[in-house]
């Protein structure tokens, strides 16, 4: 029997989105990244949507999944991920291998069938939140706090890309001085108190002398580094050593739950990872080995805002902090971000998030921080409504891509300046 929860389409809309040539240990982000727009339609005529990550092994699972739907219940977000199961198979591009473009650890084809089923998750609570007149964090049994902080994302970057691409006025930033100046324009121009700089692309001490520069323009003030697993244990522990009483927390210093265990064991600077503790397996380990003392949640890749909560709740139980990790990403995935941290009691950190760097979006107003945070909507469902025209435009630039923006790769967007550029060795330094 229909009722107005009862879903009758499901449309997917993959987008090339803008990004600058943001450096981190892989490569450079190139000049488009894909993402994927998720929209529910119920029988009572409400849209929810969604969004998560658009490459191919995403898109592949995610046509399935949408088709699958259409007669089951907004409601019965629990069932998508026995839905997902059943009818997406796994993707090929699924295998224990580092994941190329996310820097988000080991792939597997569960943790790819849950950024998917994210997607779906996100569009279903915002389209039952419309239906009821209530606010997705109402849905998740209500906000805690009444706006979230952010810290400001720093990156070493090229001022352009080196063909094509959009142009910004953010010029390049390769040294301390242009990491200061970066964070300076971020905290005037959004209020962010926290800094987290994206490590693991310059020698180890080019990166400790951009740390101490912050510490010393901005004093007191929280400041993270992330190599994504560049460093060795050794150089790991000589960084902690050296911005020890600096660091809010090192993230990922080194890559897998041995070697952070290791680190770990060696200082009392906090590690905090989004890639050695990326799924509910990974977790009684790292904890057990006292591996990372915070968890970055992530909706995308831990499956949506439920099995987050289920995250800090884990995390709460064994007195392991709680932070959110980012990756570029779109208006509809701050408002989920929103939505979920505000309900989180333990979200003991500010988030992170790429939204200052992305210029466009597919909602029709962009989210504003003021003074590093983001108020919680109280509007119904996420709070945010679709921009059908700029989502057509964006939508327009994936079908007129030759294809080879349509997969982010970090490192074969570096090749395009460096030829002979490959992805480097773990451990880098
Ligand atoms: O976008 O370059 C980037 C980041 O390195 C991103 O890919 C990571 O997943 O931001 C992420 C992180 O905290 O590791
Ligand atoms: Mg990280």
Redesign the pocket.
Known sequence: MHTALTIDDVRLTPVLIADPP?????GV?QPYTPRLIVEVVTHGGVTGVGETYGDAKYLELAHPLAEALPGRSITDVNGLFGLAEQVCGDSRAAEDSVDA????GVQTADKLRLSVVSGFEVACLDALGKTLGLPVHALLGGKVRDAVDYSA?L?YRWAEHPAGGEKDDWGAALDPAGIVAQARRLADAYGFGSF?L?G?VLEPDREIAAIRALADAFPGRPLRL?P?GAWSVETSLYVAGQLGGVLEYL??PAGGTDRMAEVSAGTDVPLAT??CVTTFAEIAEAFARDAVQVV?C?HHYWGGLHRTRELAAVCRAFGVGLSM????HLGISLAAMTHVAATVPNLDYAC?S?YPWQTEDVITRRHEFRDGRLAVSDAPGLGVELDHGRLAALHRRWLDDDGSMRERD?AAAMRRSDPGWTTPATPRW
């Open positions: 943001l450096l981190n240990t892989q982000h473009g996310g820097l988000r994302y990156f987290k994206k693991g992330d994504n993230e990922d989004n890639m970055l992530d990790h980012s990756n570029t992170d790429h970090d």
